[in-house]
């Protein structure tokens, strides 16, 4: 759920963010989206553009380890 919110979030790819700012993210993410909101917005990007909606949730998941490492 947390890679879909960082995936569904304005953070970008090419910027480097610190851990409380990806938090305040996927909690903005959800907040807006929802868990289900987010799961939507993931697929949709998989469906359009499956290439970039890769390449970002590499990101995504990357960015949650290093900031959740113990989940």
């Known amino acids: 759920m947390r890679c879909e919110a960082l995936f569904s979030s304005s953070l ?6 610190d851990p409380a700012r ?3 993210a996927i909690e903005q993410a959800l907040r807006v989206l929802g868990s289900r909101g987010c799961a939507a917005w993931v697929a949709q990007a998989y469906g359009d553009f499956p290439e970039a909606a890769v ?8 960015l949650v380890n290093d900031v959740f490492p113990d989940d």
């Open 12 to 17: 970008r790819r090419n910027e480097r963010h």
């Open 22 to 24: 990806v938090r305040e």
């Open 55 to 62: 390449t970002r949730m590499h990101w995504a998941q990357s």
